[in-house]
């Protein structure tokens, strides 16, 4: 199994290790700025090139590679492999082993983790390439509108069709689902002041702010929902 991870960029590291701690997530090490919210694992990554996407280790990615070679360009440097999908969202490939584990439960403010949603306009290129790149579909379907695709790891890959959510979007996102006790969690974050990008009703029939989004410090955004 492929050890998944989320990468982050940051405009001061010092400013998004504050916000994660602000989370609740616990920090696993210092080189790299690793931090967990019990579930997945989170990069803080301090280059000025780094993007917000998926960090993907692996012993060898060869095979992979020439299957994507079909799909995308390869950008391949001295540390990692880095590929987008059609979508715009950066997979980093490292030839490496993650040592550090994860659990079965999220303890962070933002709830239960439940991988990373992303909005596809050409929905059967963006399947192509997420299923050349090791991951099988699990929930939904695509004539629904969306699909869960999963390669065992930590992070989930949620494929959605371009309009079917009512409200912001930051591809990738990661998505947390609360299972109704959501207003505990949104409280929670406004206890640890942790700023709010959109306030969200439309899911509510009394108008209650029962879904949040909120963004780190290096823009990567937060679907912090109460399904």
């Given at each position: 199994?492929?050890?998944?991870?989320?990468?982050?960029?940051?405009?001061?590291?010092?400013?998004?290790?504050?916000?994660?701690?602000?989370?609740?997530?616990?920090?696993?090490?210092?080189?790299?700025?690793?931090?967990?919210?019990?579930?997945?694992?989170?990069?803080?990554?301090?280059?000025?090139?780094?993007?917000?996407?998926?960090?993907?280790?692996?012993?060898?990615w060869s095979e992979t590679v020439e299957k994507l070679?079909?799909?995308?360009?390869?950008?391949?440097t001295e540390t990692e492999i880095v590929v987008s999908d059609p979508n715009g969202v950066c997979i980093y490939l490292v030839e490496a082993v993650l040592e550090h584990?994860?659990?079965?439960?999220?303890?962070?403010?933002?709830?239960?983790?439940?991988?990373?949603?992303?909005?596809?306009v050409d929905?059967?290129?963006?399947?192509?390439?997420?299923e050349a790149l090791g991951f099988k579909k699990g929930m939904g379907d695509m004539s629904q509108g969306w699909a869960v695709y999963s390669n065992?790891?930590?992070?989930?890959?949620?494929?959605?069709k371009t309009g079917m959510c009512p409200h912001l979007f930051f591809n990738p996102g990661l998505t947390f689902f609360n299972s109704g006790k959501?207003?505990?969690?949104?409280?929670?974050l406004?206890?640890?002041?942790?700023?709010?990008?959109?306030?969200?009703?439309?899911?509510?029939?009394?108008g209650i702010v029962d879904n949040v989004i909120i963004n780190d410090p290096g823009g990567l955004g937060f679907f912090v929902f109460n399904d």
């Open positions: 199994m492929n050890k998944t991870i989320i990468q982050t960029p940051t405009p001061g590291l010092k400013k998004s290790e504050e916000f994660y701690t602000g989370l609740g997530f616990k920090k696993l090490s210092e080189e790299p700025v690793l931090f967990t919210d019990g579930k997945f694992i989170l990069e803080i990554n301090p280059s000025r090139t780094a993007r917000a996407g998926i960090k993907i280790f692996s012993a060898d070679r079909e799909m995308t360009a390869i950008n391949e584990d994860t659990g079965e439960e999220s303890f962070g403010a933002t709830g239960n983790f439940a991988g990373i949603s992303i909005e596809a929905v059967e290129r963006t399947v192509s390439f997420w065992g790891s930590d992070v989930d890959v949620s494929i959605m959501n207003l505990d969690n949104i409280a929670r406004r206890e640890a002041n942790i700023p709010i990008t959109e306030e969200i009703t439309f899911f509510n029939k009394e």
